[in-house]
T-cell receptor, first 114, second 114 residues
Framework: DGGITQSPKYLFRKEGQNVTLSCEQN?????MYWYRQDPGQGLRLIYY???????QKGDIAEGYSVSREKKESFPLTVTSAQKNPTAFYLC?????????????FGSGTRLTVV | AQKVTQAQTEISVVEKEDVTLDCVYE???????LFWYKQPPSGELVFLIR??????QNEISGRYSWNFQKSTSSFNFTITASQVVDSAVYFC???????????FGTGTRLTVIP
């Protein structure tokens, strides 16, 4: 079945560490996205990528980095510069990136700073 | 500017009651798309419906129905004869052509009490 796989489901980070969240899709979608979800704040866009080797900052990109070396993969690195990284992270993909077909979401990674 | 408002933070109903979740949006575009997603406790966002700005027909799918009114910029979602499995957080979202971002409301947490 086609879909988006996020791993790990739970992740714990120590202060000052960088961690990388994995997102893989087999839907052949061009566009991929990373969202952050905090209680009571809905989803906020971190980064998005419309094609391989290209990505753009979203609304809350500070303290995060991404790469898009393959169409199927869009990993997110939470760096030590992100002061409040504890949140639920959702990866999504879209066949057309903004033409109204909507997004398919992964099951998320819950990141906790310990 | 674009904005999605879900004024109801939490709703509790007794099983078999009908419930309506409100969504009000703001956009300057004439072409846009509206979505509803369901987020069960597992965390994944599940697509429920997509509606484009030129189609104001109401839609019914089983126990679910949607009322789209451009005159009031609203896209409300009604669950008839609610069931415990309907308990989840529901998000309304706006997709503007070329925006490369789904703008989400803050979500409504629905609890259906058996």
């Amino acid at each position: 079945d086609g879909g988006i796989t996020q791993s790990p489901k739970y992740l714990f980070r120590k202060e000052g560490q960088n961690v990388t969240l994995s997102c893989e899709q087999n839907l052949n979608h061009d566009a991929m996205y990373w969202y952050r979800q905090d209680p009571g704040q809905g989803l906020r866009l971190i980064y998005y990528s419309q094609i391989v080797n290209d990505f753009q900052k979203g609304d809350i990109a500070e303290g995060y980095s991404v790469s898009r070396e393959k169409k199927e993969s869009f990993p997110l690195t939470v760096t030590s510069a992100q002061k409040n990284p504890t949140a639920f992270y959702l990866c999504a993909s879209s066949i057309d990136g903004g033409q109204g077909h909507g997004y398919t979401f992964g099951s998320g990674t819950r990141l906790t700073v310990v | 500017a674009q904005k999605v408002t879900q004024a109801q933070t939490e709703i509790s109903v007794v099983e078999k009651e009908d419930v309506t979740l409100d969504c009000v949006y703001e956009t300057r575009d004439t072409t846009y798309y509206l979505f509803w997603y369901k987020q069960p406790p597992s965390g994944e966002l599940v697509f429920l419906i997509r509606r484009n700005s030129f189609d104001e027909q109401n839609e019914i799918s089983g126990r679910y129905s949607w009322n789209f009114q451009k005159s009031t910029s609203s896209f409300n979602f009604t669950i008839t004869a609610s069931q415990v499995v309907d308990s989840a957080v529901y998000f309304c979202a706006l997709d503007q052509t070329g925006a490369n971002n789904l703008f989400f409301g803050t979500g409504t947490r629905l609890t259906v009490i058996p």
